[in-house]
């Protein structure tokens, strides 16, 4: 943790509270220093992971192109109480990220989650993507790297490549000397703080990076081209990122997004507006019903392995398909519900997200290996310079006990590429 999460480190060395958050983030590998498990990945299987998050991700850039032009469709599959009370501005400047080209409109990360068999190999269902306040991103990278390299010195035997990329990313921006960025989460949780720390130290490599708490962030209302302060300060920012859901940004930010065009090419917010829709779980519905209904898009999109998701549970339980029901907007796996071709509930996790509207997916349970709980596949995907795509750069796995994965049971489990024949994962 000194070496690789410095700041964090000078924190928890001061916080009791903050060292036992410490102590409980790097429980799982502690608790295995002497015999570590690795999901072992034949190489011959990368490629084929890499193309079907590919695919996923163009699917959901181009359902997005076209439901920034479809009213109807957006106030149909977006429909949340965040868009009713700010969509009249949060959308057309939602918008206008989508189409800049510049930091305005650049992502620096986003996480799939995903089903994938061990046997095959082959990514066989996409669960959501997370591109608005994902976390676990310290594990991924950092951890990944220094538990593999424990094996292989060499560093190259992993499927790891996001801190690189996101590097040659923010190269391309060409940031001048007296650029001020700022990293803002809550110091309160451990996750976060890793997670904000690590992006700081990526853009620091590029530019004047202050990791910051979220009470740090100041509105300068007599300042609306460039309003965002540090608190204290005459420090102006010219981006920043803020790990935080955007409906808690755009309320606690009110008049700066009623104002958005006098700063919104001025000053970056990462992750940009426009990703909040993809990570919005209603796109999914969206691409589904694409898929049914226009021939051009379903063609196009055929390798994408898009789990069927309605507004309404009727299409599923009709077949009687086990489905999920999910919050369009939860997050860290609150609130799912798990159906089964009755359509009678067998699991059910808590959370804050209750009354938030609803998708229906259909049930794909996760795989595990013999020996090992359940896990999905993530795979981080890298902004490309100067465009909205982004591409796959970094695969991980978090393993869990129970039928949902929630953060109180998951874990992080390294991985090493294999030379093996076959496509078969193992451990």
């Known amino acids: 943790m000194r070496e690789e999460l410095p700041y964090v480190y000078g924190l928890s060395s001061n916080h009791a509270n903050l060292r036992q958050s410490v102590r409980e983030l790097l429980s799982f590998p502690l608790q295995h220093v002497a015999a570590m498990p690795f999901y072992q990945v034949p190489e011959k299987c990368v490629e084929p992971i890499a193309d079907a998050f590919s695919a996923a991700y163009a699917a959901l850039l181009d359902g997005l192109e076209r439901l920034f032009d479809d009213p109807q469709a957006m106030r149909t599959f977006m429909d949340c109480p965040f868009l009713r009370r700010h969509g009249e501005r949060f959308v057309p400047y939602a918008r206008h990220t989508f189409r800049s080209r510049t930091l305005t409109g650049q992502s620096l990360y986003?996480?799939?989650?995903?089903?994938?068999?061990?046997?095959?190999?082959?990514?066989?269902?996409?669960y959501e993507f997370n591109g608005d306040t994902p976390v676990m991103l310290f594990e991924s990278i950092n951890l990944q790297h220094r538990l593999s390299s424990q094996i292989d010195p060499s560093g190259q035997r992993q499927f790891n490549e996001w801190y690189g990329m996101s590097g040659d990313l923010l190269r391309a921006h060409r940031f001048e000397p007296h650029h001020q960025i700022a990293l803002a989460c809550s110091f309160d949780h451990i996750e976060d703080l890793a997670t904000c720390e690590t992006l700081a130290q990526v853009v620091g490599e590029q530019a004047a990076a202050h990791l910051l708490d979220l009470t740090d962030i100041d509105y300068d209302h007599a300042n609306p081209e460039q309003p965002f302060v540090i608190h204290g300060t005459d420090t102006y920012l010219d981006a920043l990122f803020v790990l935080s859901p955007w409906e808690e940004m755009v309320e606690n930010f009110p008049q700066a997004f009623m104002q958005w065009e006098r700063w919104a090419d001025r000053v970056a917010v990462?992750?940009?507006?426009?990703?909040?829709?993809?990570?919005?779980?209603?796109?999914?519905?969206?691409?589904?019903?694409?898929?049914?209904?226009?021939?051009?898009?379903?063609?196009?999109?055929?390798?994408?392995?898009?789990?069927?998701?309605?507004?309404?549970?009727?299409?599923?339980?009709?077949?009687?398909?086990?489905?999920?029901?999910k919050p369009v907007l939860g997050r860290l796996s609150a609130n799912i519900e798990i159906y089964d071709a009755d359509g009678q509930c067998t699991s059910r996790s808590s959370g804050e997200y209750g009354d938030c509207p609803r998708i229906y997916q259909e049930y794909h349970p996760p795989f595990h290996l013999e020996g090992r709980g359940n896990f999905i596949a993530c795979m981080w995907m890298a902004g490309q310079p100067l465009t909205r795509m982004a591409l796959p750069a970094t695969l991980c796995f978090r393993e869990f006990d129970t039928a949902v994965l929630e953060l109180s049971n998951e874990r992080f489990v390294p991985h090493v590429l294999s030379n093996e024949q076959g496509c078969a994962l193992d451990r």
């Open 270 to 325: 990462l992750e940009p507006a426009w990703k909040w829709f993809i990570s919005h779980k209603g796109m999914l519905a969206y691409l589904t019903w694409l898929l049914e209904n226009d021939a051009d898009f379903a063609r196009r999109h055929a390798n994408a392995p898009l789990l069927r998701t309605y507004l309404d549970p009727e299409p599923l339980r009709s077949t009687g398909t086990p489905y999920v029901a």
């Open 110 to 126: 986003g996480r799939f989650d995903a089903a994938l068999n061990p046997a095959s190999g082959q990514v066989t269902g996409i």
